[in-house]
T-cell receptor, first 110, second 112 residues
Framework: DAGITQSPRHKVTETGTPVTLRCHQT?????MYWYRQDPGHGLRLIHY???????DKGEVSDGYSVSRSKTEDFLLTLESATSSQTSVYFC?????????FGPGTRLLVL | QKEVEQDPGPLSVPEGAIVSLNCTYS??????FMWYRQYSRKGPELLMY????GNKEDGRFTAQVDKSSKYISLFIRDSQPSDSATYLC????????????FGKGTKLTVNP
């Protein structure tokens, strides 16, 4: 599993509330990524990081922000959750020429 | 035209069959090609990785890349019920530090 953990693994929240998802890695990888996976859309990149405090947007970044204050942690924040953000969220790290994924967080926004 | 096209299936085969999964792509800059396997309610797991054209074999799995046709394949020999999963193709131009472009996945069921 490339030493990646995500927390929480499941979360139910209400529209309009802030939500923070955490990705933690144990192997000191520089690149980290947040994806969401939805039926009919596959995996889509939200944000990624190429170092501490260095982040950039992916293809579906609206409504999301990220932070990386330590190499091992990459946080994804939904400032004000909406029902369209109900999804499964995956964190990934880059190792060599490819990426390895965490176990995912299932988020339901009511 | 989407950058990566993958038939979503579903694909259902009997145990022992040879399975062929495919993706086509439009960006000729892609050089790194990956196949991920994703079991239900789990994260994607890297199955095969290939650089540029050619074949790569790992046990019952063979990955093929034909850059001239912009076509990649994953073959599974002697398929097993434990191979039942969704298979995602992914590719990039410069390796893992660059953003990957994914197909939408093909759902495979191998029936005992």
């Amino acid at each position: 599993d490339a030493g990646i953990t995500q927390s929480p693994r499941h979360k139910v929240t209400e529209t309009g509330t802030p939500v923070t998802l955490r990705c933690h890695q144990t192997e000191n990888h520089r690149y980290m990524y947040w994806y969401r996976q939805d039926p009919g859309h596959g995996l889509r990149l939200i944000h990624y990081s190429y170092g501490v405090k260095d982040t950039d947007k992916g293809e579906v970044s609206d409504g999301y922000s990220v932070s990386r204050s330590k190499t091992e942690d990459f946080l994804l924040t939904l400032e004000s959750a909406t029902s369209s953000q109900t999804s499964v969220y995956f964190c990934a790290i880059s190792s060599g020429e490819t990426q390895y994924f965490g176990p995912g967080t299932r988020l339901l926004v009511l | 035209q989407k950058e990566v096209e993958q038939d979503p299936g579903p694909l259902s085969v009997p145990e022992g069959a040879i399975v062929s999964l495919n993706c086509t792509y439009s960006n000729s800059a892609f050089q790194y090609f990956m196949w991920y396997r994703q079991y239900s309610r789990k994260g994607p797991e890297l199955l095969m990785y290939t650089y540029s054209s050619g074949n790569k074999e790992d046990g019952r799995f063979t990955a093929q890349v034909d850059k001239s046709s912009k076509y990649i394949s994953l073959f599974i020999r002697d398929s097993q019920p434990s191979d039942s999963a969704t298979y995602l193709c992914a590719m990039s131009g410069q390796g893992g530090s660059e953003k990957l472009v994914f197909g939408k996945g093909t759902k495979l069921t191998v029936n005992p």
